[in-house]
């Protein structure tokens, strides 16, 4: 799908944008990333190392969507049943729908091995849980609840939540989840768009479970390909991601609820909704670009206007994030951090020894290759968004090279912002 | 017994400085067990010093040039103790700081060896040409130490700066006792041979102002200050610690060993003066620190607002007042001493002291969280906020001197709100806020470098909850030196109300 480049500067005069050399590469068929085997390498141990705690989030979130529900008082919701670790991938093991990564289906031996002992030592799963030695499904939900509160950002899925079909579905599985408990109808009835948003909330765990079961095998398939030396270059990373972005389009994002045995459709699959458009470009924009002031990092004066008043404005994601601050608390990526740190190749952590404080502050280090490598699934995305709407970069036309041009600057324009660290990831140095 | 305390930092400065084929290393080492040992007999003298004897203890006496009524002739009271055991802390402090790969090593330590001798000397001495033998001692070494491992180019000019005014201190002083003992017909420069009371008042007066003057550019007061800023920016942090936190100190000491003590009947006289004084010092301190962009020069700045504090004691001399003034001398060396430690740190490690420049120190991967955590701190205990020692000693001061003088010791409380200012402008820059990512690559500060902060906080918080350990050595000598003012007092009051009874 995507095909082998040429130099468009031959055709069309070179870009006057800020980020004209990014440009250029993108229209080369490169990723927003420098190709230099140190970003590869960053890269690729990432992926590795949140593919691990990415196997946990898509099991618990499915599990919290489907068995958790409503659950007034969730204290175990973190706690996976033997069954949602068994589960297998649809992209991953012999029974796959398209088996993407080689590996087995159920969860990942280093992810089983981690639960048992956690950093610290084997004790009940409940100390291991107030410890936080575990892996930190708070990151999770802060991710889905940045793609419910960023409602409207294309798809058919979220305007789905609004419509009396839904509802209806939601309110039967309501009334089934809480049925000979007259305290929780009551408040069912008295206040029942209460009720609903939290099942919109429980379908966008379904929605973000759905999504990371692929994109686990996609990590875990990468990191196992560079191992193997088959992956050599961030733009072969690259393409391997939007080869596996087409290949899984199509993939049906639902949300089923099983209650005593039942299931109930609140999606029901026969939607149509598909993982590319309902799952994959929302949680981009609202995770990579939008999400929101990250508690602690920063104090923002709403009142002084330090907060855009329009949603969409928002530019507080991964790709806009200052790294420095992880390890304070309230930030969710520190959660996330943690849980990478845990999983980190060998390669990776002597890299990290040779730089900055060493491990003292393996933490940041890990969050920038984090921030190199989500710049180059947002490349991906990019470039699948262009192969999907625009035209080939081997284009023979010059207008359409120029339509191309146009689609990259102005995707590139969102880069403009001070606070955005495509600049600061152009360097080596910054780690 | 309190010979060792001056012997042994010269013995020791000559074996580091004079000893064949002496590594930098073991240079270190020598200069820091010798430190350590002075510590050790501190903590002795200590356990052997009766807190309810108001007069002068260990006592040694060993004729020297008596035709010039010098005598070697030693001893310790309240009011010396405690500054002896922050000189011996702060010595420790200052060996333990200094960089490991400081040049010349062997000159380095044996300096502040014969710094420590010759300030636990000016305590110690009870003879007046004793006190300023050992006052001018330590100037040599504190210009070099200042010319020599200073911070930038400027180190010449502040050093040769501090060398001619605390040049000219010590002849205001020497001029000052030579009259004493002359005018007073005493044949010996004893201390406790001086006696004032038999000069004509006017006398009195100018020789007890040259003192002032003299020891007020050593503390340094407002307006002979110029010298400081320079001084204490541009000497390297343990230096800088031990200018500010001893040598200053011996200009405080002085001037209530020799000011208040030796001039009971006048200093009634000038004290008003003395506390306006203390009180324009606090404000110009505390304003001046509050403009600053250096962090180094802020803590300077401070340091003067601080010492205005002690004179303010001194001057209203009643028992709390005293006893406040003695503790701001030892809360004030212990807590400046932190703050240029933890500013020294910064330096190293980040690269600068300007304010508009550092940023977000605290942050807990990168940034410098203990030291930041320490500089809070320091600050804290600076700004008086209770549990640590600087809250005693401001309290006592001010207590004391209200009774007083009221409206200095007003404008003094509100300067320790100033002192609150300025310290949360240094730390809200410094510590908080976010990290520059294209700068923020800082080296980790390691526990070695932390451990003199870290001691320093102990104390801090220790005499802070403990004010006791602060104050109980001095109760009793302050008593019996408020005793003789306030006799001197009231016999001048009576002298002035007899007249009107005869008419």
Redesign the interface.
Same mark, same amino acid.
Not at chain 1, 324 to 328: D, E
Not at chain 2, 363 to 366: A, E, F, G, Q, Y
């Given at each position: 799908m995507v095909q082998a480049p040429i130099n468009p500067a031959t055709k069309i005069p070179p870009s006057r944008h800020e980020f004209a050399e990014v440009i250029h590469r993108l229209e080369a068929g490169g990723a927003m990333l420098p190709d230099t085997p140190e970003n590869l390498m960053q890269i690729i141990g990432l992926y590795k190392a949140y593919a691990v705690p990415m196997d946990f989030y898509w099991r618990d979130l499915l599990y919290i969507a489907e068995r958790v529900f409503l659950n007034p008082l969730p204290f175990f919701k973190y706690f996976l049943p033997k069954e949602y670790l068994d589960l297998h991938n649809h992209y991953a093991g012999d029974d796959a729908d398209l088996r993407i990564w080689r590996g087995e289906a159920t969860a990942h031996p280093e992810l089983l091995a981690f639960m048992e002992k956690g950093e610290t030592f084997k004790m009940p799963k409940l100390l291991h849980h107030l410890w936080h030695d575990r892996i930190n499904m708070e990151f999770a939900e802060d991710l889905l609840r940045a793609m419910l509160w960023h409602r409207g950002m294309g798809g058919n899925f979220d305007p789905y939540l609004d419509t009396p079909e839904y509802k209806a579905a939601a309110d039967k599985a309501i009334k089934a989840y809480f049925q000979g408990n007259p305290v929780m109808l009551g408040l069912y009835k008295l206040f029942p768009e209460m009720f609903i948003e939290q099942v919109r909330q429980l379908s966008y765990y379904s929605n973000l479970g759905l999504f990371w079961e692929v994109m686990a095998p996609v990590f875990f398939e990468m990191s196992d390909l560079y191992d193997e030396g088959k992956i050599t270059t961030v733009p072969e990373a690259m393409n391997f991601l939007v080869n596996g972005i087409f290949a899984i389009a199509g993939r049906p994002i639902y949300h089923h609820v099983y209650i005593r045995g039942e299931m109930y459709e609140i999606i029901p699959k026969s939607k149509g909704f598909m993982w590319l458009y309902e799952a994959a470009l929302p949680y981009v924009e609202a995770v990579f670009y939008r999400t929101s002031p990250f508690r602690g /990092? *920063?104090s923002y004066n709403a009142q002084a206007k330090q907060v855009p008043d329009d949603q969409k404005d928002f530019h507080y994601g991964i790709l806009y994030a200052?790294v420095?601050?992880?390890? /304070?608390a309230g930030i969710p990526p520190t959660l996330l951090m943690q849980d990478m740190l845990h999983f980190l190749p060998p390669y990776l952590v002597d890299y990290y020894h040779k730089h900055?404080?060493g491990e003292?502050?393996m933490?940041?280090q890990l969050g920038i290759s984090f921030q190199r490598s989500m710049y180059v699934v947002t490349s991906a995305v990019i470039q699948a968004l262009r192969t999907a709407l625009l035209y080939p970069l081997d284009d023979s036309n010059p207008k359409h090279l120029q339509a191309n041009r146009a689609f990259f600057e102005a995707q590139m324009d969102r880069f403009k912002r001070p606070e955005a660290?495509l600049r600061?990831i152009q360097s080596q140095n910054?780690? | 017994m309190l010979s060792a305390l001056i012997w042994l930092p010269v013995l020791g400065a000559a074996l580091v400085g004079f000893w064949p084929g002496l590594s930098a290393s073991r240079a270190r080492f020598l200069a820091l067990a010798v430190a350590s040992s002075l510590l050790v007999w501190t903590v002795v003298l200590f356990s052997q010093f009766d807190i309810s004897n108001p007069a002068i203890q260990f006592s040694e006496l060993f004729p020297w040039i008596e035709t010039l009524g010098l005598n070697y002739h030693l001893g310790v009271d309240g009011l010396s103790l405690p500054l002896l055991a922050l000189a011996g802390i702060l010595t420790w402090i200052a060996i333990y700081s200094s960089n490991e790969s400081v040049e010349r090593p062997r000159l380095y330590y044996a300096l502040i060896l014969s710094v420590n001798a010759g300030i636990v000397g000016g305590f110690l001495a009870q003879n007046l040409l004793l006190f300023i033998l050992f006052y001018e001692l330590e100037l040599i070494p504190f210009y070099l130490l200042i010319a020599i491992w200073g911070g930038t180019p400027q180190r010449g000019y502040a050093a040769m700066k501090f060398l001619i005014y605390t040049a000219v201190s010590g002849i205001l002083i020497l001029a000052a006792f030579l009259g004493l003992a002359w005018l007073s017909g005493s044949s010996t420069f004893d201390y406790k041979a001086i006696i004032t009371a038999g000069l004509p008042l006017t006398t009195q007066l100018i020789l007890l102002t040259m003192l002032l003057v003299g020891f007020g550019i050593k503390i340094p007061l407002v307006p002979l200050h110029t010298w400081l800023p320079d001084a204490y920016v541009e000497a390297s942090p343990p230096v800088a610690i031990l200018l500010g936190g001893i040598l200053a100190k011996l200009g405080t000491y002085g001037l209530v060993r020799f000011g208040l003590g030796l001039f009971p009947e006048t200093w009634a006289l000038v004290a008003p003066g003395l506390a306006i004084i203390g009180a324009i010092s606090a404000v110009y301190g505390a304003l001046t620190a509050i403009a600053q962009k250096d962090i180094k020069r802020m803590v300077a700045y401070s340091s003067i607002g601080h010492m205005g504090y002690v004179l303010l004691g001194a001057a209203a001399a009643t028992e709390i007042s005293l006893i406040g003034a003695v503790a701001q001398m030892v809360a004030h060396g212990l807590i400046l001493a932190i703050l240029f430690h933890l500013v020294g740190v910064i330096e190293t490690k980040v690269g600068t002291r300007e304010l508009d420049v550092l940023n977000?120190l605290m942050?807990?991967?990168?940034g410098l969280p203990l030291t930041s955590a320490l500089l809070v701190l320091g600050g804290m205990a600076s700004a008086g906020i209770p549990g640590m020692a600087g809250f005693v000693a401001e309290i006592l001061v001010l207590q004391g001197s209200y009774s007083v003088f009221p409206l200095p010791t007003l404008v003094c409380v509100v300067c320790t709100g100033l002192t609150a200012v300025y310290f949360v402008i240094l730390l809200n820059r410094t510590c908080f806020g *976010?990290?520059d990512?294209?700068t923020?690559?800082y080296? *980790?500060v390691k526990l070695p470098e932390e451990i003199p902060a870290l001691v320093l906080a102990v104390v801090i918080f220790f005499l802070g909850l403990q004010p006791t350990w602060l104050v109980r050595w001095s109760e009793s000598t302050v008593a019996a030196m408020v005793a003789t003012v306030q006799i001197d007092n009231e016999q001048q009051v009576a002298a002035v109300e007899a007249p009107a009874i005869e008419r």
């Open positions: /990092t *920063k200052d420095f601050p992880v390890g /304070t900055c404080r003292d502050d933490l940041i660290r600061n910054y780690r | 977000g942050s807990p991967v990168r *976010k990290l990512n294209n923020a690559y080296p *980790k």
